[in-house]
């Protein structure tokens, strides 16, 4: 059986970052990479996921022509998560909506370290609408935009773990979560800073969708 990770945005380089993550998370599982070539470079806000939306539905109704067994939307934003849900005929999960029920089925709260502040909003309103509001301690902005996390990630990477840093030491949460597809390489070096667990929605997906 096959499974897939259909990157939203088209940097192919993302795309082949996450794929290295979701098949060492899960050895064995048969894992392919798609990266949605007619979508935006990063998907950064609403207008972005918009324009990412209709050839990204337009992959995930080949992944269903090809038999996939699942299917998983590596943007943190959950894009266009509902009408892929709606059209296929095998399980589709968000790489957000993963991280937060791995935190959950846990009993754990959490804050969530996302890129920019344009997408701050778009989790709050995920987050409520999976169920998750009362978990939820903040949705904090790193300011790093996506792009960053491959053209310089040094500096994105102290970024993302000062954010980090203050979520731990402020928002009385029992976990944080990395709100980017772009941050699932940081996430053992993260883990190995901080004391508190670190939540990657890409390995949290890939471990998921195999059950399902």
């Known amino acids: 059986m096959a499974y897939l990770i259909i990157n939203p945005n088209s940097t192919a380089a993302m795309t082949e970052a996450m794929l290295e993550v979701a098949r060492a998370s899960v050895p064995g599982l048969t894992l392919e990479g798609w990266t949605n070539a007619d979508g935006p470079p990063a998907i950064q806000g609403h207008a972005d996921g918009l324009k990412a939306a209709p050839p990204l539905l337009g992959l995930i109704?080949?992944?269903n022509a090809e038999g996939f067994e699942g299917i998983i939307i590596a943007c943190f934003d959950d894009t266009a998560l509902a009408e892929a849900q709606a059209r296929s005929k095998v399980p589709v999960i968000g790489i957000g909506q993963a991280a937060y029920h791995a935190a959950a089925l846990r009993g754990w709260s959490f804050s969530v370290?996302?890129?920019?502040?344009?997408s701050v909003p778009i989790l709050e309103e995920n987050?409520?609408?999976?169920?998750?509001?009362d978990l939820l301690g903040k949705v904090r902005a790193s300011d790093v935009p996506v792009l960053a996390l491959e053209e310089d990630p040094e500096a994105a990477t102290e970024a993302v773990a000062a954010e980090t840093a203050?979520?731990?030491?402020?928002d009385a949460v029992d976990c944080v979560i990395l709100g980017c597809a772009g941050m699932a390489k940081?996430?053992?070096?993260?883990?190995?800073?901080?004391?508190k667990p670190v939540i990657d929605g890409v390995e949290s997906a890939a471990r998921l969708i195999s059950v399902l």
């Open 61 to 63: 109704d080949k992944a």
């Open 113 to 118: 370290v996302t890129t920019l502040a344009v």
């Open 127 to 133: 987050i409520i609408r999976y169920g998750f509001e």
């Open 166 to 170: 203050r979520a731990m030491a402020g």
């Open 186 to 195: 940081l996430t053992a070096h993260l883990r190995a800073r901080f004391d």
